[in-house]
C-alpha cells in the first residue's frame, strides 16, 4: 500500500468522534498519521446546546486536538480544509494548495444543517452544530431579553420575549426545555420593565410526536414534562416559512424575533468530492467494512457514512461515530497486513435525552427511565464520556451550582451582529 521505503501514510479528515477516536486506536501502529481539521479542537457536541444556552462555557466541552494527542508520535495535526481528492493519485489537496498523499484516507468530516431546500431560512433560524453556533445563539436569545427590557411598544417586546425551535429531536427538546427553565428562574427579578418568566417558548415538530426515536410512552412523558416547564408544545404541523419577524404554520404568521433550527441535518459536502453516489441527505454509501465501494483504500466514518444494518440505518450520533472510528482504525490495520477487513456491526447502547432540570428520558432497550432517576443517568453518561479530567471536573461543578442556584455563569454576550 506504500513504497518500502516509507512507512504507511494515513490521511483522517475530521477531528470529531470518528476521526479522533480512529487515530487515537492507531496509536501503536506503525504508521504515519495526518489529522486535518478545519478548526483546532475536538467538540463534544452533545452538550452543545449547553454552551447556546449560557449553561457551560467553550472550554469545558472542547479540547485542543494537538492537546489530546500530544504523546501520540505517529500523529501530525494539521489545521486546514479539504477541497480536492485526486482518488488516482490518492491525494488530498488543501485549501491553500498543498497536496497530502495517503495510502489510506478517512473521511469523517460530520455533518451540517439542513432546511428542507429552504437555505435562505438559516439566516433567521440558525442551527446548531459548532461552537460558533453556540455562541451566536447564546448572544441572540439574551439580547432579546435586553431589547425587550428597553422596549416600549408591546406588540414588539412580545415578539422579543416570543421563542421558537424548529425540530422535536433530542436537540430541539434540549434547548426548549433550557431556554423555559432560563425564563422562569434563571433570569427571575433582574429586569424592571419585563417578567422574564412571561416569555412564550414553542417547540414545533413536524412529526406526529417529539423524539420519534423513542418509544411512544416516553416521548409523551418528554412532551408532559415539556409542557410542565411552560413550553408550548406544536406537532402534526410543519414550518411554511421564516423570516426576522417569525414564522409561518400553514396560513397563520406568528411573530417571533428568535427562531432556532433543531429540524434536519445533511452530511457534510466532502462526500461530493468523491464522485460516488450519494443518498438524499449527501451521505455515503459504503461496504461492510467502512470502505467506499470501488475504492478500499478510503474509508468514511461518521454523520458522512450511509450505513444500513438489519434494515435499519445506523443513527447519526456520536456513540456510532466512536465505534465507526473504531473499526477502521481495525480495517486499516488488517489491510495493511495483507488480511480482509471486518464488517461493521454497530451496538446499539440505548437513547437518552434531556429535558431540563431533573427532567430526561432514558430508552435502554426496553428499560425505560424517566424524570429524575433518568435525569442523574444522562448527567454521569455525559460527564463520563467528555474528554479530559479537568472538563469533567468543571462540568460537574458548573452543574452543581446551577442545580441549587438556578444560574447559568456563561450569560456573557460576545461579538456582534453581522450588519454591524
Known amino acids: 500500500m506504500s513504497s518500502p521505503s516509507a512507512r504507511p501514510r494515513i490521511v483522517v479528515v475530521g477531528g470529531g468522534f470518528g476521526g479522533l477516536w480512529a487515530t487515537r486506536a492507531l496509536s501503536g501502529d506503525d504508521v504515519d498519521i495526518t489529522l486535518i481539521d478545519r478548526r483546532n479542537h475536538h467538540l463534544f457536541q452533545p452538550l452543545l446546546y449547553q454552551v447556546a444556552t449560557a449553561g457551560l462555557s467553550s472550554p469545558d466541552i472542547a479540547a485542543p486536538l494537538r492537546h489530546i494527542l500530544r504523546n501520540q508520535r505517529n500523529v501530525e495535526v494539521r489545521l486546514g480544509e479539504v477541497t480536492g481528492i485526486d482518488m488516482p493519485s490518492r491525494a488530498v489537496t488543501l485549501a491553500d494548495g498543498e497536496r497530502l498523499p495517503y495510502d489510506c484516507l478517512l473521511l469523517a468530516s460530520g455533518a451540517t444543517h439542513a432546511y428542507f431546500g429552504h437555505d435562505e431560512w438559516s439566516r433567521d433560524a440558525p442551527g446548531l452544530k459548532t461552537l460558533d453556533d453556540a455562541l451566536a445563539i447564546r448572544r441572540r436569545l439574551l439580547l432579546a431579553f435586553e431589547q425587550a427590557e428597553a422596549c416600549d411598544d408591546p406588540q414588539e417586546r412580545a415578539a422579543l420575549l416570543s421563542f421558537a425551535v424548529v425540530g422535536g429531536g433530542p436537540t430541539g427538546v434540549e434547548l426548549a426545555g433550557t431556554l423555559a427553565e432560563i425564563a422562569r428562574h434563571t433570569l427571575k427579578r433582574e429586569f424592571r420593565n419585563i417578567d422574564p418568566s412571561h416569555a412564550r417558548v414553542r417547540l414545533i415538530e413536524a412529526g406526529p410526536r417529539v423524539l420519534a426515536s423513542f418509544p411512544e410512552s416516553l416521548s409523551a412523558k418528554a412532551q408532559r414534562q415539556l409542557e410542565k416547564l411552560g413550553v408550548e408544545v406544536v406537532t402534526g404541523t410543519p414550518v411554511s416559512a421564516i423570516d426576522g419577524r417569525g414564522f409561518a404554520l400553514g396560513d397563520q404568521f406568528v411573530p417571533a424575533r428568535t427562531v432556532l433550527w433543531a429540524a434536519g441535518v445533511a452530511a457534510s459536502p466532502l462526500g461530493a468530492l468523491l464522485g460516488v453516489e450519494r443518498d438524499r441527505a449527501g451521505r455515503v454509501p459504503v461496504a461492510s467494512d467502512l470502505s467506499v465501494p470501488g475504492h478500499p483504500e478510503i474509508f468514511i466514518a461518521g454523520d458522512?457514512?450511509?450505513?444500513?444494518?438489519?434494515?435499519?440505518?445506523?443513527?447519526?450520533?456520536?456513540?456510532?461515530?466512536?465505534?465507526?472510528?473504531?473499526?477502521?482504525?481495525?480495517?486499516?490495520?488488517?489491510?495493511?497486513?495483507?488480511?480482509?477487513a471486518p464488517a461493521f456491526r454497530y451496538r446499539d447502547f440505548g437513547n437518552l435525552?434531556?429535558?431540563?432540570?431533573?427532567?430526561?428520558?432514558?430508552?435502554?432497550?426496553?428499560?425505560?427511565?424517566?424524570?429524575?432517576?433518568?435525569?442523574?443517568?444522562?448527567?454521569?453518561?455525559?460527564?463520563?464520556?467528555?474528554?479530559?479530567?479537568?472538563?469533567?471536573?468543571?462540568?460537574?461543578?458548573?452543574?452543581?451550582?446551577?442545580?441549587?442556584?438556578?444560574?447559568?455563569?456563561?450569560?456573557?454576550?460576545?461579538?456582534?451582529?453581522?450588519?454591524?
Open 304 to 340: 458522512l457514512a450511509s450505513v444500513v444494518q438489519d434494515g435499519k440505518p445506523v443513527p447519526g450520533v456520536a456513540p456510532a461515530a466512536k465505534q465507526m472510528g473504531a473499526h477502521v482504525a481495525m480495517a486499516i490495520r488488517a489491510r495493511l497486513s495483507g488480511k480482509p
Open 353 to 420: 435525552a434531556t429535558i431540563g432540570r431533573m427532567a430526561a428520558v432514558v430508552d435502554l432497550h426496553g428499560f425505560k427511565l424517566s424524570g429524575l432517576l433518568a435525569w442523574w443517568f444522562w448527567l454521569a453518561a455525559h460527564v463520563f464520556f467528555l474528554i479530559g479530567f479537568r472538563n469533567r471536573i468543571i462540568v460537574l461543578i458548573n452543574w452543581a451550582w446551577a442545580y441549587w442556584s438556578y444560574q447559568r455563569h456563561a450569560r456573557i454576550i460576545l461579538g456582534q451582529d453581522k450588519a454591524t
